[in-house]
């Protein structure tokens, strides 16, 4: 079993800035790309920022310049900075990652965390 756990949520006024940490524990051989998504009200959950095991990294146009996604020394952690936050950043934020779970086997299994939420008000 594998466990993704997020932190790092809370309320911020427009501006302003989080890190979002995510630790991932449990019966993990290696993990590969890590990511985060958001979900805000009435809205399809859409990704944020991604990072693979080498460094590479991915952002959503609409992130591009304000957060940056990093990966911890231990490659099974994953922050995510967010930096001159606006409103419409208020949404659950979700930590996901792609688990190698036996050394048996190449394939990778997708888990994600339970959410945390940040809210931005104007």
């Known amino acids: 079993q594998v466990q993704l756990v997020e932190s790092g949520g809370g309320l911020v006024q427009a501006g302003g800035s989080l890190r979002l940490s995510c630790v991932a524990s449990?019966?993990?051989?290696?993990?590969?790309?890590m990511a985060w998504y958001r979900q805000a009200p009435g809205k399809q959950r859409e990704s944020v920022a991604a990072?693979?095991?080498?460094?590479?990294?991915n952002y959503a146009n609409s992130v591009k310049g304000r957060f940056t996604i990093s990966r911890g020394n231990a490659k099974n952690t994953v922050y995510l900075q967010m930096n001159s936050l606006k409103p419409e950043d208020t949404a659950v934020y979700y930590c996901n990652a792609g688990v190698r779970i036996s050394p048996f086997s190449a394939a990778e299994y997708n888990y994600w965390g339970q959410g945390t939420q940040v809210t931005v008000s104007s």
């Open positions: 449990g019966s993990i051989v290696s993990i590969n790309a």
């Open positions: 990072i693979t095991n080498s460094g590479s990294t």
